[in-house]
């Protein structure tokens, strides 16, 4: 009993040491990969590249599937592409399975020399997750060794040969045998190095390995059709067209599995080699072979899964896919462009406002206090979605890009509270009375919002880039709004006293669309505190500053 513990305890190791390569990797390039992959949409030859590179990077085509399927479910990447870059996903996979299968046991210690102290060392920074990686491929390395020493004595028990003799006969048992253990460890990957060992260690035969590897080149197919199924049609059309290539590959080499495993040992004796070469050159004629069949499964899978035509009134998150809350970094981006989305909402409204100050449209006024509920709801959804993200998995500028995108999108939700306030309030002091600024009061409210428009753009450009210039001339437009909030608020005083009559009615109104407007200013201007502050440009004056506007918005 405690020698198959150490078989399945190895088996385990195998997983984890998977599983940390692939989120180290991706904390490090991840932003990176995701650009390469983006840019491999101009031909079918380089998006096939892209996914080969790709994946031999994180060795998991189950990581790139989530990557793939999320930009897919944006609008972001054809499905022509994406299938090609699955495809190129698959045959990564097969070049790393045939790369760790090397004779590399005497790299294990050092790898995990080197990466312990530049983990524990540097845990949130770039380095510290380059150590978390080598860390995981000397885990690798290690359970692969640990698996060949522990395979041997378990072979003595009679229950164990009873349970891999299971494996010895139906050829469509052993696939699906294969397919479950890759979805159970989420890595086709470790499925296919655990059948290698065992078949050189006489576990199982040739043929069942052969069975075992073509069922867990399926399972991590269906492994990307159910983290889709959440997605819109677009991502599950890419990951149903992934499926179909492997599930067609399947079905076409397993009645020559018999055949093959009699004729590989006469080429490559050694089972573990004949394992991983087959594993390679199947995937690589597969995927060869079906990319000149891209376009006729493409057309088939958006006949089949059709976009649904969403109503109008109904606004749903675009971007917030929940299978990539396992990586973190896409996760951040994914929360980012729904925040930018949010700011266009705003953008409108303000526009809305622009409108109402010179016209009594009671239609318009109740459309955009209607907007403050779509506000509300894509902000409920994004802290949902960003609390859902693990903050012990981002290192620390990840970290600070969780808490810039919820400072973010915490002001912008105060911000549609505002524009509402400032609509209804023109609502009733103005548009009930059919009542009208006067055209001086007029030129400084068009003016204020002309500012307020243009902070709100360079404040969404500084949080989406981080340029310290930006950020710099962003503060100095919200004391120059300061300044002119007080110099026109005084103008319209000075008004007062010489009695103009539409002055005096839309004083009140005047003056709370002023104060209201300096309120949002404030929060449109507040993106520039964390780069100033990470760039050391932030003197104590400026954070009192910060701490006082930020309450008396709030007030």
């Known amino acids: 009993m405690l020698i198959l513990l150490n078989l399945l305890s190895s088996v385990a190791l195998l997983v984890w040491g998977s599983h940390i390569v692939r989120t180290g990797i991706l904390r490090v390039l991840g932003a990176d990969l995701r650009s390469a992959l983006a840019r491999s949409t101009s031909s079918r030859w380089r998006a096939f590249g892209a996914g080969v590179a790709v994946t031999s990077l994180v060795q998991s085509s189950n990581a790139t599937a989530v990557i793939v399927t999320s930009f897919a479910a944006q609008g972001l990447l054809p499905l022509t592409s994406g299938l090609a870059i699955m495809l190129g996903g698959d045959v990564g996979t097969a070049l790393m399975a045939r790369v760790l299968t090397l004779d590399l046991s005497w790299l294990s210690p050092l790898l995990l020399l080197v990466g312990v102290p530049l983990f524990l060392s ?36 009679a229950g164990v040969r009873v349970m891999f003799g299971a494996l010895t006969g139906d ?57 889709s199924l959440a997605q819109n049609a677009a991502a599950r059309r890419l990951a149903a067209g992934s499926l179909a290539f492997k599930l067609a590959g399947a079905l ?63 606004l749903r998150p675009r971007h917030l896919d929940p299978a990539a809350l396992s990586t973190p970094t896409l996760a951040l981006a994914n929360g980012a462009r729904e925040v930018l989305r949010i700011g266009d909402i705003i953008r409108t409204m303000l526009d809305n406002v622009a409108e109402l ?4 449209d009671l239609t318009k006024a109740r459309e955009t206090i209607r907007m403050d509920d779509d506000v509300d709801e894509l902000y409920a959804a994004v802290k949902t979605y960003l609390a859902r993200i693990s903050r012990e998995q981002l290192d620390e500028a990840d970290s600070r890009r969780w808490t810039d995108i919820i400072s973010l999108t915490i002001n912008l939700e105060h911000a ?125 004056t400026r954070l009192r500053k910060r701490t006082l506007d930020t309450m008396h918005v709030k007030e």
């Open 357 to 360: 100050i010179h016209r009594n």
């Open 122 to 157: 540097r845990k949130q920074t770039r380095v510290g997750q380059a150590g978390r990686t080598l860390i995981g491929l000397g885990l690798i390395l290690l359970a692969l060794h640990l698996i060949v020493e522990a395979v041997q004595p378990v072979m003595q028990g």
């Open 416 to 540: 549609g509270d505002i524009i509402e306030r400032i609509v209804g309030n023109i609502e009733e002091k103005k548009i009930a009375h059919r009542l009208s600024f006067s055209e001086e009061g007029l030129g400084e409210l068009d003016d204020l919002h002309a500012r307020l428009v243009g902070n709100l753009q360079l404040g969404l450009s500084v949080f989406l880039n981080n340029d310290l210039r930006c950020a710099e001339r962003l503060l100095a437009e919200k004391e120059r709004f300061r300044d002119l909030e007080r110099a026109y608020s005084y103008a319209h005083l000075d008004r007062l006293s010489g009695q103009t009559l539409r002055s005096v009615e839309t004083s009140a109104l005047h003056l709370d669309v002023i104060s209201d407007m300096k309120r949002l200013n404030s929060l449109f201007c507040s993106t520039a505190y964390p780069v100033l502050d990470a760039a050391g440009a932030l003197h104590e």
């Open 171 to 227: 050829t469509m048992l052993d696939a699906l045998v294969g397919a479950a253990f890759a979805m159970i460890s989420y890595s086709s990957l470790a499925a296919v190095l655990l059948t290698a060992t065992l078949a050189s260690s006489g576990v199982i035969s040739l043929k069942v390995a052969l069975c075992l590897v073509i069922g867990a080149n399926l399972g991590s197919g269906v492994l990307a059709l159910t983290g």
């Open 252 to 314: 076409l080499i397993l009645p020559f599995a018999p055949l093959l495993a009699r004729g590989l040992p006469v080429l490559i004796s050694n089972p573990r080699e004949a394992t991983v070469a087959f594993h390679l050159i199947y995937n690589l004629l597969r995927c060869f072979a079906c990319l000149s069949l891209i376009d006729p499964v493409a057309r088939f899978c958006t006949r089949w899964m059709p976009d649904r035509v969403m109503p109008d009134t109904e």
